[in-house]
């Protein structure tokens, strides 16, 4: 499937995923100053991964001046 997002779209996505993961996904626990932290065993480290994963994809996309 492709999709085509403005940049302002690709960053409001970024951004909502970025808080999706530290308010929903990620335990109390593991967040620290914005940033989320997890071991393979926590029982949430696979929806983090899979969310981290789909922001380094997107992360691809994003133009830098």
């Known amino acids: 499937m492709t999709i085509e997002v403005s940049e302002e779209e690709l960053a409001l996505l970024l951004e909502a995923l970025d808080s999706h993961l ?4 990620s335990e109390q626990g593991q967040r620290n100053s914005g940033y989320v932290s997890h071991d393979d065993d926590d029982e949430n480290a696979e929806e983090c991964k899979a969310v ?14």
Do not use: D, G
Request: overall charge positive; cysteine-free; hydrophobic content about 45%.
């Open 22 to 25: 530290y308010w929903q996904v």
């Open 52 to 65: 981290e994963a789909l922001v380094a994809r997107l992360e691809k996309y994003r133009v830098t001046p």
